[in-house]
Structure formats: structure tokens, C-alpha cells
């Protein structure tokens, strides 16, 4: 029993010193799956102690940077799930530009790129280039970096039509490099989506797929200010696993399947 209560105090200890080091709460990620996901991870490099695993981190900026990413989930591609991609060309954009010239766009927790670039690539059909400027924000500086570079393996671009695939795109063996109209209508900046604050007046965020990890109080948090960022009339485009199951006690309220719309 006292050698359980030990690794307790042990990964507790881990998580303080996280929060005062980074400003990232493990807390408010679900402790089962991200305790399995840092103890493999410590297991795998040879540290017996989440203790001798947190040292070796400050010394090692490699080591820190494979546990940041190991942290968050960075599986993606453009336009993930199509039908959904569908909705927002065919009726929330439109809905959207009704009266207004432009509008203001925010990826959060845009890992590798892929989604905002597939939102740029989207509007580009209803907006000139001038008028697209899309905030990407992720938690891992690698990712945003990796993002900025605007180089994809041929995996992320299966959903993408052939004419997209043609106008955007050019081929350099298995890595594909997209054009610079489109990578210079994202701004990436990098973001802790629990403690930084957000901009406002936003008419579209889109958060998909990582309030999936955190803790039911997290994202009673995260809803409310994702809400106050909204403009009213303006929508919220989550992921598969993140349905709101009272989106009036946030000012929303469904308008199709992972939509809401700020009331």
C-alpha cells in the first residue's frame, strides 16, 4: 500500500512542478489516460521515478520537447471528416459572409497546420486572399513550427479533392509543399488554451478533437470561453467525441451536428 500511496505522491509532485515550470495543468487532462500515456513515456527512457523523469527534462530540451509532444495528440489531416468540411462550404460560411466583407477565424489547437490551411483553401472560394487571415494556435511550439514550414507527407492529403490537391500544392517526391498565398493567410501563434487569454470577436472557431482528453470541469471552462470569444451569431465547429450536451448554459445552441451558434 505505502509503495502505491509513493508513485501517487510521485506523478502528483510531476504534475506541480509542470504547472509551475510550463503553465500546463495535467490536472485537467483525464487522469487515467494521460498517467498511462507519461508512464509508458517514462518507462520507455529508462526512469524508474517521475521524479528522475522530471529532472532529466530540464536538462534535456530534446527529452522535453518528446514529452510535450507525447502530451498532446497531433493526428490529422486536411479536411477530416468531409461531411463536415461540407457543412461549413455549403451552409455556414455562406451564412456566415451574408453580411459581412470578411471573417474572423480562429483554429485552435491546430496541431501540424492542416486545419486551418484546409479553412484558407476553403474561403479562398468565397474571399479574396487579402481578405482571409485565419489565427492558428497550438500548446507544442514544435507543431506550430512544423506547421510554418507548409510541407505535408502524401498521408494528410487524402481527403483532398483533385482540384485542390492541383491549385494548392506542389510535389517534391513524397512531401508535398503548400502555396504561399495560403500559408500566408494563417497566423500561427503558440497558446495554452486553459490558462492564456483568448482574442474576441471571432465568427468561426473550430476545436477539434483534444477536448476529447480533458476533464469534464476543463470543458465546462473551455465552452464558456470559447463562447465569450464568439461574436453573436458566430459558431462553434467541434469534433466527433465533443458534443455539448447543454449548450445554453454557455450561449449556444446547436445548429447541426458539431456546429453551435452563439446566441
Given at each position: 500500500?505505502?509503495?502505491?500511496?509513493?508513485?501517487?505522491?510521485?506523478?502528483?509532485?510531476?504534475?506541480?512542478?509542470?504547472?509551475?515550470?510550463?503553465?500546463?495543468?495535467?490536472?485537467?487532462?483525464?487522469?487515467?489516460?494521460?498517467?498511462?500515456r507519461l508512464t509508458s513515456l517514462k518507462s520507455r527512457k529508462g526512469f524508474r521515478t517521475f521524479d528522475d523523469f522530471y529532472k532529466a527534462m530540464m536538462q534535456d530540451e530534446m527529452l522535453y520537447?518528446?514529452?510535450?509532444?507525447?502530451?498532446?495528440?497531433?493526428?490529422?489531416?486536411?479536411?477530416?471528416?468531409?461531411?463536415?468540411?461540407?457543412?461549413?462550404?455549403?451552409?455556414?460560411?455562406?451564412?456566415?459572409?451574408?453580411?459581412?466583407?470578411?471573417?474572423?477565424?480562429?483554429?485552435?489547437?491546430?496541431?501540424?497546420?492542416?486545419?486551418?490551411?484546409?479553412?484558407?483553401?476553403?474561403?479562398?472560394?468565397?474571399?479574396?486572399?487579402?481578405?482571409?487571415?485565419?489565427?492558428?494556435?497550438?500548446?507544442?511550439?514544435?507543431?506550430?513550427?512544423?506547421?510554418?514550414?507548409?510541407?505535408?507527407?502524401?498521408?494528410?492529403?487524402?481527403?483532398?479533392?483533385?482540384?485542390?490537391?492541383?491549385?494548392?500544392?506542389?510535389?517534391?517526391?513524397?512531401?508535398?509543399?503548400?502555396?504561399?498565398?495560403?500559408?500566408?493567410?494563417?497566423?500561427?501563434?503558440?497558446?495554452?488554451?486553459?490558462?492564456?487569454?483568448?482574442?474576441?470577436?471571432?465568427?468561426?472557431?473550430?476545436?477539434?478533437?483534444?477536448?476529447?482528453?480533458?476533464?469534464?470541469?476543463?470543458?465546462?471552462?473551455?465552452?464558456?470561453?470559447?463562447?465569450?470569444?464568439?461574436?453573436?451569431?458566430?459558431?462553434?465547429?467541434?469534433?466527433?467525441?465533443?458534443?455539448?450536451?447543454?449548450?445554453?448554459?454557455?450561449?449556444?445552441?446547436?445548429?447541426?451536428?458539431?456546429?453551435?451558434?452563439?446566441?
Open positions: 500500500m505505502l509503495e502505491v500511496l509513493d508513485k501517487n505522491q510521485d506523478y502528483d509532485l510531476f504534475i506541480q512542478r509542470i504547472k509551475r515550470q510550463t503553465n500546463i495543468d495535467l490536472h485537467a487532462y483525464k487522469e487515467d489516460q494521460m498517467k498511462r520537447e518528446e514529452f510535450l509532444n507525447h502530451m498532446t495528440i497531433n493526428v490529422t489531416e486536411f479536411f477530416r471528416n468531409p461531411s463536415r468540411w461540407n457543412i461549413l462550404e455549403k451552409k455556414i460560411i455562406p451564412e456566415l459572409l451574408k453580411d459581412k466583407k470578411r471573417i474572423k477565424c480562429w483554429s485552435a489547437a491546430c496541431s501540424t497546420g492542416e486545419e486551418p490551411y484546409s479553412l484558407a483553401m476553403l474561403l479562398s472560394s468565397f474571399l479574396d486572399w487579402k481578405d482571409i487571415r485565419i489565427l492558428a494556435t497550438d500548446i507544442n511550439q514544435k507543431v506550430i513550427d512544423q506547421a510554418k514550414s507548409g510541407v505535408f507527407n502524401t498521408g494528410t492529403l487524402k481527403n483532398l479533392s483533385p482540384q485542390y490537391r492541383e491549385k494548392f500544392f506542389a510535389d517534391q517526391g513524397r512531401q508535398h509543399v503548400i502555396s504561399e498565398e495560403v500559408r500566408k493567410s494563417v497566423h500561427f501563434k503558440q497558446q495554452n488554451l486553459l490558462s492564456d487569454p483568448f482574442e474576441q470577436g471571432f465568427d468561426l472557431i473550430i476545436c477539434r478533437n483534444v477536448l476529447i482528453y480533458f476533464t469534464d470541469e476543463a470543458k465546462d471552462y473551455l465552452f464558456h470561453k470559447f463562447s465569450r470569444a464568439l461574436n453573436k451569431g458566430g459558431y462553434l465547429f467541434v469534433g466527433g467525441s465533443e458534443q455539448i450536451f447543454q449548450p445554453q448554459r454557455y450561449q449556444l445552441k446547436e445548429a447541426g451536428t458539431f456546429f453551435y451558434k452563439k446566441m
